[in-house]
């Protein structure tokens, strides 16, 4: 998971197995309050955005290769393709 795209200011995966991968992203917004953002990882896309629509997410709507949901609370995320499979690879940079 990552990019070499000059907006991403670094990835962190697990080395003890956890599916969870963590990418940070430069935001250019000076004014507001601090937020998140996460992008949930599927195998099975369509399934997973069911399931949380199941769950109370509200559905936003497809990106390029996303799908933007919205939890209870106001917070969006996305379901992406990214694999949720475990890594042995951990990268702070």
């Given at each position: 998971?990552?990019?070499?795209?000059?907006?991403?200011?670094?990835?962190?995966?697990?080395?003890?197995?956890?599916?969870?991968?963590?990418?940070?992203?430069?935001?250019?917004?000076?004014?507001?309050?601090?937020?998140?953002?996460?992008?949930?990882?599927?195998?099975?896309?369509?399934?997973?955005?069911?399931?949380?629509?199941?769950?109370?997410?509200?559905?936003?709507?497809?990106?390029?290769?996303?799908?933007?949901?919205?939890?209870?609370?106001?917070?969006?995320?996305?379901?992406t393709?990214?694999?949720?499979e475990?890594?042995?690879?951990?990268?702070?940079?």
């Open positions: 998971m990552g990019s070499d795209a000059p907006e991403f200011a670094g990835k962190w995966h697990d080395d003890e197995g956890s599916p969870l991968q963590l990418l940070f992203q430069r935001l250019d917004e000076r004014d507001g309050p601090v937020r998140m953002h996460l992008d949930h990882g599927s195998d099975d896309v369509d399934a997973e955005i069911a399931r949380l629509l199941r769950l109370g997410a509200t559905d936003v709507g497809p990106g390029r290769a996303w799908h933007v949901l919205q939890d209870p609370t106001g917070s969006r995320f996305c379901v393709g990214n694999s949720p475990p890594t042995t690879r951990r990268d702070l940079d």
